[in-house]
């Protein structure tokens, strides 16, 4: 079974501290992705990965910053956080090609940043 | 621009009824369809997809979809729900001409009453 898993399920951190969400696939994927979920608004994608070191900005990219330096493991980073930012935060993964669409999630960190 | 409208934040119903999600998308070119199901406390799995073929595809759970051009729909459908059906229900799209790219819809919460 594809497993993606985040590093922590809740987490709170105060406005202006830097916060690093990190997300570990075990199924050789080459895409990962974050998403933001909040109610009423779905899922939106922050920024996806196709590869070790490239990146693309997805809908919402602003204070938002990504790291893959190895191929199962994609870094969300919050430079600064701010109350706005305050959400559920999703990873997933997929091949490349025509399963780019099927994509396997983690269970998500839910953040609070007070 | 594409879009997908799920136009239910919450449908409850009880357990060995029918229910139906609706999903409608706006695309200008053919898109790609997907229902993702995301059970309490865990990240989102594929429910189905349709990419070509028969309109009407099956999940292993019973759940059904059916895409409609004319009516640029593809909603949801099981014709007896149970208790673990209990969940958040996600229709997303993709452009066929898009590389990666998944448009999730807001969200439709099933709620399954004994």
């Known amino acids: 079974d594809v497993k993606v898993t985040q590093s922590s399920r809740y987490l709170v951190k105060r406005t202006g501290e830097k916060v690093f969400l990190e997300c570990v696939q075990d199924m050789d994927h080459e895409n990962m992705f974050w998403y933001r979920q909040d109610p009423g608004l779905g899922l939106r994608l922050i920024y996806f990965?196709?590869?070790?070191?490239?990146?693309e900005k997805g809908d919402i990219p602003e204070g938002y910053s990504v790291s893959r330096e190895k191929k199962e493991r994609f870094s969300l980073i919050l430079e600064s956080a701010s109350t706005n930012q305050t959400s559920m935060y999703l990873c997933?993964?997929?091949?490349?090609?025509?399963?780019?669409?099927?994509?396997?999630f983690g269970p998500g960190t839910r953040l609070t940043v007070t | 621009a594409q879009s997908v409208t799920q136009l239910d934040s919450q449908v409850p119903v009880f357990e060995e009824a029918p229910v139906e999600l609706r999903c409608n998308y706006s695309s200008s070119v053919s898109v790609y369809l997907f229902w993702y199901v995301q059970y309490p406390n865990q990240g989102l799995q594929l429910l189905l997809k349709?990419?070509?073929?028969?309109?009407l595809v099956e999940s292993i759970n019973g759940f059904e979809a059916e895409f409609n051009k004319s009516q640029t729909s593809f909603h949801l459908r099981k014709p007896s729900v149970h208790i673990s059906d209990t969940a958040e229900y996600f229709c997303?799209?993709?452009?066929?001409?898009?590389?990666?790219?998944?448009?999730f819809g807001s969200g439709t919460r099933l709620l399954v009453r004994p």
């Open positions: 990965s196709y590869d070790v070191k490239m990146k």
């Open positions: 997303a799209v993709v452009r066929m001409d898009s590389s990666y790219k998944l448009i």
């Open positions: 349709y990419l070509s073929g028969s309109t």
């Open positions: 997933a993964s997929s091949f490349q090609g025509f399963q780019t669409y099927e994509q396997y």
